[in-house]
């Protein structure tokens, strides 16, 4: 069955810190591949997707994710973060051509200001 | 112009009774759904429809019913309610059914 771990549930991080949140998966076949964010008090946004092509994906705000089809990972990556990054992150795979997504658990990240 | 909207964004009851929730998209996508958030954040999801025909159904209770009159609109109807279905829910939709998703607001609801 198909299933997304992210790593870390709480990351407190100090403002300019760099950031890397873990994703992996366990699906065989072709993949999409989703990272969401969540601000306080708000509804998921979308941050960036991966379908296919370079496996470096750069999406909105600073954010980076790096697909590593070997590792089965989707980690995402922010050099210097800020107080306005605080925030609930999801990482998502869905299967091409299949009717599921699966959300991970979730990270909540702290940033210090 | 919202995309995705929910209505209410919120709802207090009490145990037993039944209620709906409404979810509207002008997106002209052809799938939609239902997710639960608890309050641990950890999101569930509830159910499916792609073109009006339901294709996720999870282990939700069957006091839970889906009702999609179109492409456009999801409700979800909720009878005999619980102090365990108190959560945020949200409606999302998608271009197909393994594409970016677009949620709504949420609904906040609190049984007691």
């Known amino acids: 069955a198909q299933s997304v771990s992210q790593h870390n549930h709480h990351v407190i991080l100090s403002e300019a810190a760099s950031l890397e949140l873990g994703c992996n998966y366990s699906y065989g076949g072709t993949v999409n591949l989703f990272w969401y964010v969540q601000y306080p008090g708000q509804h998921l946004q979308l941050l960036l997707k991966?379908?296919?092509?370079?496996?470096l994906v750069k999406g909105i705000k600073g954010f980076e994710a790096e697909f590593i089809k070997s590792k089965f990972s989707f980690n995402l990556r922010k050099p210097s973060v800020q107080w306005s990054d605080t925030a609930e992150y999801f990482c998502?795979?869905?299967?091409?051509?299949?009717?599921?997504?699966?959300f991970g658990a979730g990270t909540r990240l702290f940033v210090k200001a | 112009d919202t995309a995705v909207s929910q209505t209410p964004k919120y709802l207090v009851t009490q145990m037993g009774n039944d209620k709906s929730i409404k979810c509207e998209q002008n997106l002209g996508h052809d799938t939609m759904y239902w997710y639960k958030q608890d309050s641990k954040k950890f999101l569930k999801i509830m159910f499916s429809y792609n073109n009006k025909e339901l294709i996720i159904n999870e282990t939700v209770p069957n006091r839970f019913s889906p009702k999609s009159p179109d492409k456009a609109h999801l409700n979800l109807h909720i009878n005999s309610l619980e102090l365990g279905d108190s959560a945020v829910y949200f409606c999302?939709?998608?271009?197909?059914?393994?594409?970016?998703?677009?949620f709504g607001p949420g609904t906040r609801l609190t049984v007691t």
């Open positions: 998502a795979v869905g299967n091409t051509g299949g009717f599921k997504t699966i």
């Open positions: 991966y379908f296919s092509g370079d496996p």
């Open positions: 999302a939709s998608s271009q197909g059914t393994s594409d970016e998703q677009y």
